[in-house]
């Protein structure tokens, strides 16, 4: 059952898949913050393949890490939205987003929207900008990862 969809926007053309697993996890940190991580798993058959790339038979995931001052569960609500330019935290660090296609690599300039919730079901928008899937030499344009699903908050504390 697909939760939604994960596009990837590269320079020759649009990758689709469907996403099989999407979760909200949370763990609390020092000063009561906590850090709460959107991931999205794509589904191992993609809706829409380019030629470069389909040898490869990707299955991709997508995360981001923010700090939020309350759980999910009390935090998450329609029309939010948070950015996180970086996803490496050089002051700590950490790396605060991951994007796996064949190589793990880090989002940039992401945002996530709330676009809707039901209990502990959250509709997001998750959008970044990471390396091509199939040039990491950075020699093509970086392309922009959007993954708009139906996250469900695990609600007990990993």
Same mark, same amino acid.
Do not use: W
């Given at each position: 059952?697909?939760?939604? *969809? ?17 979760? *909200? ?57 948070? !950015? ?29 929207? *709330?676009?809707?919730?039901?209990? !502990? ?5 998750? !959008? ?31």
């Amino acid at each position: 059952m697909s939760l939604g *969809i994960m596009k990837l926007h590269r320079f020759n053309g649009d990758e689709i898949f469907d996403v099989e697993s999407a979760m *909200i996890t949370y763990e609390k940190c020092e000063n009561n913050v906590y850090a709460t991580t959107f991931r999205a798993d794509a589904a191992k058959v993609p809706i829409q393949t380019l030629p470069d790339t389909v040898s490869l038979r990707a299955k991709p995931f997508a995360e981001v890490t923010l700090r939020l001052e309350k759980p999910p569960s009390l935090m998450l609500f329609a029309g939010q939205s948070f !950015t996180l330019p970086e996803g490496y935290d050089k002051s700590t660090g950490d790396y605060r987003t991951n994007f796996y296609y064949c190589e793990h690599e880090t989002l940039e300039e992401n945002e996530i929207v *709330i676009l809707g919730r039901n209990g !502990t079901k959250v509709r997001a928008r998750i !959008t970044g900008m990471v390396i091509d899937v199939n040039y990491y030499d950075d020699s093509k344009p970086r392309m922009k990862v959007v993954v708009e699903a139906e996250f469900t908050i695990n609600l007990s504390f990993t």
